[in-house]
């Protein structure tokens, strides 16, 4: 069933009648289109008048008749609902006086299905792109495409879409994103709304992002007594923003001779950590500065920038 509204609009200067209806239910008999038609004056709605309804072909309304005549209520507004055994467009029709409203419903065979295209896969995990599926909802028969059919998605383990569903466009066709925050697989799963027979399950992949980070270093102040603090951060190159809770190593020296001379840290929310020790400046030539790897959070990283060589 489309959740698509067609609308009709008649108006003889006195009076006003607008209808909306819906459209894309099966052709069993029991599924129902329906259709609400308003009528107004200068504006206002009118409660209390009778408008004749009717429907072509072989549709028929819930009591089983072709014509059918209700009442406005408060709200100037009467609804009726219509089904058919065939599939085919039927006619729905609305009266009053010299205006008269009519729109096309569509009821389909129980022979639809949904079809999807693998448009990207293999995106990186946390990507903000994701991966993306074409689905194409068709009749087998006839192989035409479904306008306005509703899919309904869902997805395994932490997987976000873009939409929970969607309405397909004049090819039949609704694009899917699925976004994922870790490495592996997911099952994507759509359901087109009506027709239990229709849907379709596929595995998209999420590849690891490998951690890339950069590591700054600022002199501050030469204190008085002769003694240098210097100020790391710590920045993830693939999302530009600052890494917390990891330790720094600070070597002092070159080559052979260098010596550890500090662990400052873990640093902080904003990724920065000041050394504990004080460099005096005239004592040494070099610091090399590396990032302590905690192998069960960034095993397998690339450190970018890890050498901070200083006057």
């Keep these: 069933m489309s959740e698509e509204y067609s609308l009709?609009?008649?108006?003889?200067?006195?009076?006003?009648?607008?209808?909306?209806?819906?459209s894309n239910v099966r052709a069993d008999?029991?599924?129902?289109?329906?259709?609400?038609?308003?009528?107004?004056?200068?504006?206002?709605?009118?409660?209390?008048?009778?408008?004749?309804?009717?429907?072509?072909?072989?549709?028929?309304?819930?009591?089983?008749?072709?014509?059918?005549?209700?009442?406005?209520?408060?709200?100037?507004?009467?609804?009726?609902?219509?089904?058919?055994t065939v599939a085919e467009q039927t006619v729905i029709i609305c009266r009053f006086g010299n205006n008269v409203a009519f729109l096309t419903a569509a009821f389909l065979a129980d022979e639809i299905d949904i079809s999807?295209?693998?448009?990207?896969?293999?995106?990186?995990?946390?990507?903000?792109?994701?991966?993306?599926?074409?689905?194409?909802?068709?009749?087998?028969?006839?192989?035409?495409?479904?306008?306005?059919?509703i899919v309904d998605f869902s997805a395994t383990g932490q997987a976000t879409l873009s939409q929970d569903f969607g309405t397909t466009n004049q090819e039949g066709i609704f694009l899917l994103t699925i976004f994922n925050p870790s490495a592996g697989m997911v099952l994507v799963n759509a359901q087109v709304r009506g027709y239990p027979n229709a849907d379709n399950h596929t595995f998209v992949t999420y590849t690891a992002v490998l951690p890339r980070y950069r590591l700054t270093a600022q002199v501050e102040v030469e204190r008085p007594d002769g003694v240098t603090p210097v100020f790391f951060t710590l920045t993830d190159l693939n999302t530009g923003?600052?890494?917390?809770?990891?330790?720094?190593?600070?070597?002092?020296?070159?080559?052979?001779?260098?010596?550890?001379?500090?662990?400052?840290?873990?640093?902080?929310?904003?990724?920065?950590?000041?050394?504990?020790?004080?460099?005096?400046?005239?004592?040494?030539?070099?610091?090399?500065?590396v990032l302590d790897i905690?192998?069960?959070?960034?095993?397998?990283?690339?450190?970018?920038g890890s050498s901070i060589i200083l006057p």
């Design 8 to 22: 009709s609009n008649s108006q003889d200067g006195l009076y006003g009648l607008t209808m909306a209806a819906t």
């Design 29 to 84: 008999g029991e599924a129902t289109n329906s259709a609400t038609a308003r009528l107004y004056c200068r504006g206002m709605p009118v409660c209390g008048q009778c408008l004749d309804f009717e429907v072509t072909k072989n549709a028929r309304f819930t009591s089983g008749d072709r014509c059918l005549s209700l009442q406005t209520n408060e709200r100037g507004e009467a609804t009726v609902c219509f089904t058919d």
């Design 116 to 149: 999807v295209e693998v448009w990207v896969n293999n995106a990186s995990a946390n990507s903000p792109s994701g991966n993306q599926l074409f689905y194409r909802v068709f009749n087998v028969r006839t192989n035409e495409p479904i306008q306005n059919a």
């Design 241 to 289: 923003l600052p890494v917390p809770g990891q330790l720094l190593r600070v070597y002092c020296g070159t080559g052979a001779t260098q010596t550890l001379m500090d662990t400052p840290g873990p640093t902080a929310e904003d990724g920065t950590a000041r050394s504990g020790y004080y460099v005096a400046w005239n004592a040494i030539n070099h610091m090399l500065v």
């Design 294 to 304: 905690d192998e069960t959070v960034n095993e397998g990283f690339i450190l970018v």
